[in-house]
């Protein structure tokens, strides 16, 4: 037999219970906002496409924009169309520039820790060094934020195998690592469940700029087209679909002018979806019977 991970069951989304978020709405959408920070001329970067040698003052001047402007005209974005956000943030960034987290904290934005910064990988980590890495993120939010974050993106979405063990015994209860499904999923963990919440890989804009190189009109079109699409399917079963946005990259003015069009699109369908955060559909979905959600009958 070929190895397992053993943390979920294979579970058909045409066989499973139909239930409805919050209103009788069955389309969840959330828009999670990543905020990150690199440490200059060592470790990681973000340059997909053709990797540099250091010092790759292009690779972080161009990651370094999305912190001085670009995730500023994301936020006036979001006010402009009351978007609720989840900002995904490098505690590193706490150091480097508070203000910037502040200002979507006054807005009620939810704060999902992603890691110290995307200088590094805990599929790099050694166990002992991943749970020194989740526990000071975590440590770094509670102080700033007043409580701990209850869910988790790894830098570069990048698990090992201890990640969700070491998540779970953290404290938290939901990770969006793994794009296994469109509806929220259960997985196990040495200490008990953890909520796995979709998380775009395919629609993620920073593979599909940077990666893939795919035009911003091109990108915008798709993200209508997975809209509608589920939706429509919305009306057979609960759907979550994540809008993926990176402060670097949608934050740039002429992909954002197209994302525009995205947000009216989605807007205009207000009264059909459920707008909201992916703290909220872990909350949601924690209050189900037992048997409705994939893994919820685990111990």
């Given at each position: 037999?070929?190895?397992?991970?053993?943390?979920?069951?294979?579970?058909?989304?045409?066989?499973?219970?139909?239930?409805?978020?919050?209103?009788?709405?069955?389309?969840?959408?959330?828009?999670?906002?990543?905020?990150?920070?690199?440490?200059?001329?060592?470790?990681?970067?973000?340059?997909?496409?053709?990797?540099?040698?250091?010092?790759?003052?292009?690779?972080?001047?161009?990651?370094?924009?999305?912190n001085?402007?670009?995730?500023?005209?994301?936020?006036?974005?979001?006010?402009?169309?009351?978007?609720?956000?989840?900002?995904?943030?490098?505690?590193?960034?706490?150091?480097?520039?508070?203000?910037?987290?502040?200002?979507?904290?006054?807005?009620?934005?939810?704060?999902?820790?992603h890691?110290?910064?995307?200088?590094?990988?805990?599929?790099?980590?050694?166990?002992?060094?991943?749970?020194?890495?989740i526990?000071?993120?975590?440590?770094?939010?509670?102080?700033?934020?007043?409580?701990?974050?209850?869910?988790?993106?790894?830098?570069?979405?990048?698990?090992?195998?201890?990640?969700?063990?070491?998540?779970?015994?953290?404290?938290?209860?939901?990770?969006?690592?793994?794009?296994?499904?469109?509806?929220?999923?259960?997985?196990?963990?040495?200490?008990?469940?953890?909520?796995?919440?979709?998380?775009?890989?395919?629609?993620?804009?920073?593979?599909?700029a940077?990666?893939?190189?795919?035009?911003?009109?091109?990108?915008?079109?798709?993200?209508?087209?997975?809209?509608?699409?589920?939706?429509?399917?919305?009306?057979?079963?609960?759907?979550?679909?994540?809008?993926?946005?990176?402060?670097?990259?949608?934050?740039?003015?002429?992909?954002l002018?197209?994302?525009?069009?995205?947000?009216?699109?989605?807007?205009?369908?207000?009264?059909?979806?459920?707008?909201?955060?992916?703290?909220?559909?872990?909350?949601?979905?924690?209050?189900l019977?037992?048997?409705?959600?994939?893994?919820?009958?685990?111990?």
């Amino acid at each position: 037999m070929l190895r397992t991970h053993n943390r979920y069951d294979y579970s058909a989304i045409t066989e499973r219970p139909v239930y409805s978020f919050p209103g009788g709405k069955r389309l969840a959408v959330h828009f999670c906002l990543n905020v990150e920070h690199f440490s200059f001329a060592e470790g990681l970067g973000n340059d997909y496409a053709t990797p540099q040698p250091h010092p790759n003052t292009r690779s972080f001047a161009w990651r370094d924009y999305g912190n001085r402007v670009g995730a500023w005209r994301l936020l006036e974005l979001a006010e402009q169309y009351d978007l609720p956000y989840a900002l995904l943030v490098n505690t590193a960034l706490y150091d480097y520039c508070p203000q910037l987290i502040a200002a979507f904290r006054r807005r009620g934005d939810e704060i999902v820790a992603h890691g110290r910064t995307n200088s590094e990988r805990q599929a790099d980590m050694s166990r002992e060094e991943e749970h020194a890495c989740i526990n000071e993120a975590t440590r770094r939010i509670i102080e700033h934020e007043g409580q701990a974050p209850a869910g988790w993106l790894a830098p570069y979405i990048s698990q090992s195998h201890d990640s969700l063990d070491l998540l779970k015994q953290a404290g938290y209860r939901y990770m969006m690592d793994w794009p296994l499904d469109d509806q929220p999923v259960w997985f196990r963990t040495r200490h008990g469940r953890i909520l796995s919440i979709p998380y775009a890989h395919d629609l993620n804009d920073s593979l599909e700029a940077v990666t893939r190189r795919t035009p911003s009109q091109l990108f915008c079109e798709n993200l209508i087209d997975q809209f509608d699409e589920m939706l429509e399917e919305s009306e057979r079963r609960p759907l979550v679909m994540s809008v993926v946005l990176h402060s670097f990259i949608l934050g740039q003015p002429h992909r954002l002018r197209r994302f525009r069009r995205v947000i009216e699109h989605i807007v205009a369908h207000r009264d059909r979806v459920w707008l909201t955060r992916p703290g909220e559909i872990c909350r949601f979905i924690e209050t189900l019977p037992p048997g409705t959600v994939p893994g919820s009958q685990d111990s």
